[in-house]
């Protein structure tokens, strides 16, 4: 994987990690398969899946505006322009490349991103969706009855969202151990059958609240107020392109019955056309179980492009 960089429509520079260098892109046949990271992340956390995705594929992996090596801008701390970035990415990425097909992968945050550049500008762009470990609603809604059974399990309302942007503002530190410990599956609820050492636990949480620490911590809660309060629900029924979801069933950040809900708004249009994994892990799952993660993605991407035999 080798850093590179694009320009938006509005200056902001948007850094990507690309499998293979974009003038040899257009060459082969490969599928491309996007990672798109959760939030205050960056694609430094995809470290465990690259290898595996990228020998039959393209993979490309972008910093989202504000995290890792991307620009940080005084304003865009909206899910909609994180899309709108997204676009132009891609933009960028089909001059090289205009007949690729893509598979894009939105993890947290990164399914945000993909359900609204579905509304905004189509499914046209995408072979497939994979979305991971994301509520299409994070806060309890009076519509439709969204409650505890299926909202965030911990940013939910006006309240935890204020007691949020407090605590990641004035201790940061703080706030970054609590995200790493909600988001491995090991540390909400421990099993015999973990087997993670102590040095793998404090390896694991240096690894991830170090990209944290990365970001404008301010900028981050603007973020994330908008993220919180979005409504993909509807948006989600229009997406026309096969889809698979997955959930952590030791996630600290969802329920899976949230999580599952974008099978179920799909089913209301295309049945059939969206089905689910329930993996073992937390929100992080893609970390935590490497292994079977990329053997269901590189498994999905092969139906949805017709690129060799399906797993």
Request: overall charge negative; charged content about 25%; some cysteine.
């Amino acid at each position: 994987m080798e850093y590179t960089t694009c320009t938006t429509n509005d200056g902001c520079k948007i850094a990507f990690q690309t499998s293979q260098p974009l003038a040899t892109a257009a060459a082969g046949s490969k599928p491309c398969i996007l990672l798109m990271h959760i939030f205050s992340g960056s694609s430094e956390h995809f470290t465990r899946n690259f290898d595996d995705l990228a020998q039959d594929h393209w993979v490309v992996a972008p910093d989202m505006r504000g995290h890792g090596r991307s620009d940080r801008t005084r304003g865009g701390y909206h899910v909609a322009r994180l899309a709108a970035d997204l676009k132009d990415l891609l933009a960028y990425l089909r001059k090289s490349a205009p007949k690729t097909k893509i598979v894009a992968i939105g993890c947290s945050i990164g399914a945000a991103v993909l359900w609204t550049y579905s509304e905004l500008f189509g499914c046209n762009d995408f072979a497939g969706f994979v979305f991971v470990d994301q509520a299409p609603l994070q806060d309890r809604s009076i519509f439709d009855n969204w409650d505890v059974t299926k909202a965030s399990k911990g940013l939910y309302d006006e309240a935890t969202m204020l007691a949020t942007q407090e605590l990641w503002i004035e201790d940061p530190q703080t706030a970054h151990k609590l995200l790493a410990m909600s988001c491995l599956g090991y540390r909400v609820a421990p099993s015999d059958n973990d087997h993670i050492t102590a040095e793998q636990q404090a390896k694991d949480e240096a690894f991830f609240t170090a990209i944290n620490a990365t970001c404008d911590q301010t900028w981050l809660m603007r973020l994330l107020t908008d993220h919180t309060r979005y409504d993909h629900r509807e948006a989600i029924e229009d997406i026309t392109v096969p889809t698979l979801v997955i959930a952590g069933r030791r996630s600290g950040i969802f329920p899976v019955e949230g999580i599952l809900e974008t099978v179920r708004r799909m089913d209301k249009r295309t049945k059939g056309l969206a089905r689910s994994l329930v993996f073992d892990s937390g929100h992080l799952l893609f970390y935590e179980e490497a292994d079977r993660f990329n053997k269901a993605i590189i498994s999905f991407v092969q139906e949805c492009t017709n690129h060799g035999k399906s797993a």
